[in-house]
């Protein structure tokens, strides 16, 4: 079974950085993408930024040029870069890894769906 462990949130000030890591305990047989996820109080959990298994990117419009997501295939971790943190940037952060487990699942179609236990983000003006 695959987990997803996060780390690096915290309380930083306006236009500070953190930065997020999201490691899977395992490899997986293919990884469809692994992401960031984030839900604020109130709100719905929207997506951030994400990995595909090809390596393309991308982001929500409201982070775009701040935010930066990238994966380290030797230990299974995906990473992301925060720079000019906003107050409304302010969130619990979550993991989420899709793909197959292994190729007995592929061929059944039977994706993973997996999400870490999420990580607070404070950003203070």
């Known amino acids: 079974q695959v987990h997803l462990v996060e780390s690096g949130g915290g309380l930083v000030h306006t236009g500070g950085s953190l930065r997020l890591s999201c490691a899977a305990s395992t490899s997986i047989y293919r990884l469809s993408s692994m992401g960031w996820y984030r839900q604020a109080p109130g709100k719905e959990r929207e997506s951030v930024a994400r990995v595909t298994g090809s390596g393309d990117s991308n982001y929500a419009d409201s982070v775009q040029g701040r935010f930066t997501i990238s994966r380290d295939h030797s230990t299974n971790t995906v990473y992301l870069e925060m720079n000019s943190l906003k107050p409304e940037d302010t969130a619990v952060y979550y993991c989420?890894?899709?793909?197959?487990?292994?190729?007995?699942?592929?061929?059944?179609?039977?994706?993973?769906?997996?999400w870490g236990q999420g990580t607070l983000v404070t950003v203070s003006s």
């Open positions: 989420n890894l899709a793909g197959y487990e292994s190729l007995y699942t592929f061929r059944r179609k039977r994706p993973l769906d997996v």
